[in-house]
């Protein structure tokens, strides 16, 4: 039948599917594959560092010497040679930037395949009712352009890369940096402490609402480069600010590895959102050549009354392993997680959450969406804790799962730990194939199959997408089509 | 408009259709009667195309084209609408997001222009109106904590965007108090058109009361054994589907 062969040619066709998967020719300064002290020296050299920043490198280093990768995650893939990865590589025509002129046409060029807004250019142009997002674009490593600026400085805001920020604010780098996820956290947070390369740095002062969206897009672009990004956002008291970040990668042969850390502290009555749509390589059908994402992403809620809230919605990579956590130490604060997670053809994904509770009264929200088709493995795996000092702590926890195919599998692992007689929590959970009498309802209507499933799984993860700021609600839906087209049929 | 000729059909390799004839031309409204398992809802799937049910024999043409050729949405597409016994939830996702979905899907298909947000908004409004629904109800998601009638209801409303060539009405009267099916009968009869066909599928003689048909067919052991004017209905009604299920035999 026509339809059979139409289908044929559509999965046929998925490889070359990936929209992004594309590689810019731009001249690369590299430090050599293989990591050893000297390469930390090299990177924290080429930075130009202060010396207490190289000297926590190299603890980090040194304690990652003695580590083991973990294996508990339910992921399986090939041994990663760590000696087999550039730690360092910058694009060669960044030395200062001083607008966007000066940043590499190419480079812009990328930006524009990626359809990343570069929201400036709206801004100088006089767009009116342009929506306020601030871009602190990182490109393979180093920051190429940081806009808004001006503005939000003139509310004191800082918002700049993290070799900026040791350059010019080291006092509130050292205060906090490493503080939340320290450097002998975890195989990869310390190997990320030894070799980071960039990433970003937000300062809120006390009492300020950033007056727009904070974004930034990573974007993996070397090959064989490993990407280790540091994000640093503090919220002082009484502030707010919601934080962006998007992920795209071009198409890859090899395996990339990215171990990423992000510490997020706000102080008393403060407010930090953090809202992630991941879209990296996941790999051809077999899983050949995706991203591998270890990423450590933690918060502290120092203060009282403070709030934490991750938003994610992760679509990409060959592995995902990531726990966006927060750990609740000031009294009456709160820490939130949504999560979508899509995991199709040979995707595999760990994640999930922890919520400590430290504090009293302290509560906690998470509503976790896994979706799995193919051959996919999708894991839930959280953790809330509560401290015997946690009175009143209250959790409640949701996880829905969803399977598209009869070869996919979802797992749940949720641990609970409570010492505190007065604390409460909850977990509910299910898992659903998706009907077969939904879908045959949206076709009967005129839907095509693709377009069902999107609808049906949009519908599904709708708690967690209208968490999302307004532009990157309506990129993750199209994303979640686009990540489950050809599971059907 | 609808040739069904000799047609057989299969649920899980158990014969359920034996041999079906049926012509409705176009404007016509037909009633399909039966007793419970004789075929009336495996009729309705097999024009719609529904996974599982195998025609094993004869063949269905619509407005001349083969239709058991069609994928369902194919089927949507050539203006081939059902009416579902029991409307599916699909939870998240509102009537309005689901209706604009259906009909640009429709129009897509084709090859006509999609509508914008602010067309689409404004016909559906004035469809539900005409119907009494709220906006409230557009808002929520398709069928998601529905009553019965609720959900009858926005079928008729999906009939009446979607406006198709053929519509199968499968026992849309069931769970329906007499207020709302006066109410879906309305709304019926409102898209009772020279160019529109309807085959209403019922139990009971009670809805062709208010949606009166051209034809009246009795189905039994998944085959027509009988057709009439509006008067076999009464008549059924009155003698019950034993006797004609005893002369299909």
């Known amino acids: 039948m026509a339809a059979t062969a139409q289908t044929v040619a559509q999965v046929r066709d998925l490889g070359s599917k990936y929209k992004h998967g594309w590689e810019t020719e731009i001249e690369m300064e590299t430090a050599p594959k293989g990591l050893n002290e000297d390469i930390v020296r090299f990177i924290s050299a080429r930075k130009d560092e202060p010396d207490w920043m190289l000297d926590w490198r190299l603890k980090a280093y040194r304690h990652w010497l003695t580590m083991e990768e973990p294996t508990w995650a339910m992921v399986d893939y090939p041994a990663i040679d760590f000696q087999n990865i550039y730690y360092y590589a910058a694009p060669k025509s960044t030395e200062g930037p001083k607008s966007l002129d000066e940043v590499d046409p190419e480079l812009l060029r990328t930006y524009e395949k990626l359809g990343i807004p570069l929201k400036e250019q709206e801004v100088l142009a006089g767009v009116q009712g342009a929506p306020r997002v601030a871009v602190d674009a990182v490109f393979d490593s180093v920051s190429v352009a940081t806009t808004f600026k001006k503005e939000l400085e003139s509310h004191g805001v800082i918002f700049c890369s993290i070799s900026e920020a040791l350059q010019n604010h080291p006092e509130l780098v050292r205060k906090y940096l490493g503080t939340v996820v320290p450097y002998t956290d975890n195989f990869y947070a310390t190997l990320n402490s030894a070799v980071f390369s960039d990433g970003s740095f937000v300062y809120i002062p006390p009492g300020v609402h950033c007056p727009m969206e904070l974004s930034t897009y990573f974007r993996i672009n070397a090959k064989d480069t490993g990407q280790f990004e540091r994000t640093l956002i503090i919220a002082d008291e009484g502030s707010y600010v919601s934080y962006l970040e998007g992920c795209t990668a071009p198409m890859r042969d090899e395996n990339q590895l990215h171990a990423a850390v992000v510490e997020l502290v706000t102080l008393k009555d403060a407010e930090i959102k953090y809202s992630t749509v991941q879209n990296w390589y996941p790999g051809d059908e077999n899983g050949k050549g995706g991203i591998y994402n270890f990423v450590t992403k933690r918060g502290a809620c120092r203060g009282d009354d403070s709030k934490i809230r991750w938003t994610q919605v992760e679509t990409g990579s060959a592995i995902t392993w990531k726990y966006p956590s927060c750990i609740l130490q000031g009294d009456n604060s709160v820490g939130e997680f949504y999560s979508v997670a899509i995991a199709n053809n040979a995707q595999q994904a760990d994640t999930g959450t922890k919520m400590i509770h430290l504090g009293r009264n302290t509560r906690s929200r998470i509503v976790s969406k896994g979706i799995s088709a193919g051959r996919a493995r999708n894991t839930y795996r959280g953790l809330v804790r509560m401290g015997p000092k946690a009175q009143e702590g209250r959790n409640f926890t949701q996880c829905d799962s969803l399977l598209i195919g009869d070869r996919c599998g979802a797992h749940t692992v949720p641990y609970i730990e409570s010492r505190n007689r007065t604390a409460k929590v909850e977990h509910e959970a299910t898992t659903s194939r998706i009907g077969e009498d939904q879908l045959f309802y949206c076709r009967q209507r005129g839907i095509g199959e693709e377009d069902a499933v999107a609808l049906i799984v949009n519908g599904f993860c709708k708690e967690v997408l209208q968490e999302l700021p307004m532009e990157f609600a309506v990129e993750a839906q199209k994303l979640v089509s686009i990540s489950l087209e050809g599971s059907v049929g | ?249």
Request: glycine share 12%; no cysteine.
């Open chain 2, 1 to 249: 408009m609808l040739e069904i000729e000799n047609l057989h059909a299969t649920v899980g390799g158990k014969p359920i259709l034996n041999g079906l004839d049926l012509a409705v031309a176009p404007g016509e409204v037909h009633a399909v009667m039966g007793p419970n398992g004789s075929g009336k809802s495996t009729l309705s799937y097999v024009l719609s195309g529904r996974d599982g049910y195998e025609v094993t024999e004869g063949g269905v043409l619509f407005k001349g084209r083969n239709l058991l050729d069609l994928e369902p949405e194919e089927r949507a597409a050539a203006g081939l609408f059902l009416a579902f016994q029991y409307p599916v939830e699909i939870p998240g996702v509102t009537n309005m997001t689901f209706l604009k979905h259906a009909l640009n899907g429709l129009k897509v298909q084709r090859g006509e222009e999609e509508l914008d947000a602010m067309q689409f908004l404004k016909l559906v409004r004035q469809k539900a109106k005409a119907l009494g629904m709220s906006d409230d109800m557009l808002k929520r998601a398709v069928n998601v904590g529905f009553s019965g009638g609720e959900k009858k209801r926005n079928e008729i409303l999906q009939m009446a965007v979607l406006e198709p060539a053929f519509a199968v009405l499968d026992e849309t009267d069931s769970g329906l108090d007499i207020d709302a099916l006066k109410i879906v009968a309305d709304g019926v009869n409102a898209l009772r058109g020279p160019e529109r066909s309807m085959l209403v599928i019922t139990h009971y003689q009670r809805l062709l009361d208010y949606i009166v048909p051209d034809r009246v067919h009795v189905l039994a052991a998944g085959r027509i054994v009988t057709s009439g004017g509006k008067e076999l209905a009464l008549r059924l009604e009155d003698e019950g589907y034993g006797a004609f299920a005893a002369r299909a035999a």
